[in-house]
């Protein structure tokens, strides 16, 4: 079965660290979604991508937050300088168009102490 | 924007039937459902596009009432493998093509 890949699975820093995540979308899938996930905040959308190109970013605190599509098989998300408040899990997912479903990868578990 | 799901929780027994709902407050293209276990990714389950639908596989179905921007989820004769946080995502009409979920509703099944 074709799968989203993310990683790393876990990551743990201190904060002021940068951090990157990477995904590789489902090939054929043109879009690309971050989502974050924390207890308070339930799945929260970050920004997301189609052809590679950024459609919404407006979930993501701008100073410190950037994504990015190099390509079409890799996505990134990096904060720079990471924050405590950042600890979270940050799951990627691909799809296609607007009505179909969205796949999810097995997501960052990302700690900063 | 975000939908509202209720209830935030359910505890049954294996063998009762449960039902999830989902409600907006703007017009509605589709409704997603997906079903995530602790510490795993969510997983898709069925999406509702036209007012009306019902979809289902299984014993888990779904329809959608798109006069009400409203979307159920139905659970019967639940099984342990049903246990999970269940969360809807809604795509506005006329809006951004993006998801936005619901707060989750966290299903606990008992043998």
């Known amino acids: 079965d074709a799968r989203v890949t993310q990683t790393p699975r876990h990551k743990v820093t201190e904060m002021g660290q940068e951090v990157t995540m990477r995904c590789q979308p489902i090939?054929?899938?043109?879009?690309v979604f971050w989502y974050r996930q924390t207890m308070m905040q339930g799945l929260e959308l970050l920004a997301y991508?189609?052809?590679?190109?950024?459609?919404?970013d407006s979930g993501m605190p701008k100073d410190r937050f950037s994504a990015e599509m190099p390509d079409a098989t890799l996505a990134t998300l990096k904060i720079q300088p990471s924050e405590p408040r950042d600890s979270a899990v940050y799951f990627c997912?691909?799809?296609?168009?607007?009505?179909?479903?969205?796949?999810f990868g097995d997501g960052t578990r990302l700690s900063i102490l | 924007q975000q939908p509202v799901q209720s209830p935030q929780a359910v505890i049954l027994r294996e063998g009762e039937d449960a039902v999830i709902n989902c409600s907006s407050s703007?017009?509605?293209?589709?409704v997603h459902w997906y079903r995530q276990k602790h510490g795993e990714a969510p997983v898709f389950l069925m999406i509702?596009?036209?007012?009306?639908e019902q979809k289902g596989h299984d014993k888990i179905s779904a329809s959608f009432n798109e006069k009400k921007q409203q979307s159920s989820l139905y659970l019967t004769a639940s099984q342990l493998s049903y246990s999970g946080t269940y969360f809807c995502?809604?795509?506005?009409?006329?809006?951004?093509?993006?998801?936005?979920f619901g707060q989750g509703t966290r299903l606990t099944i008992n043998p």
């Open positions: 997912a691909s799809g296609l168009v607007l009505g179909q479903p969205q796949h």
């Open positions: 090939l054929g899938h043109n879009t």
């Open positions: 991508f189609r052809n590679r190109a950024p459609l919404d």
């Open positions: 703007k017009a509605l293209y589709s």
């Open positions: 509702l596009l036209k007012g009306g």
């Open positions: 995502g809604t795509e506005i009409k006329g809006g951004a093509q993006k998801l936005v």
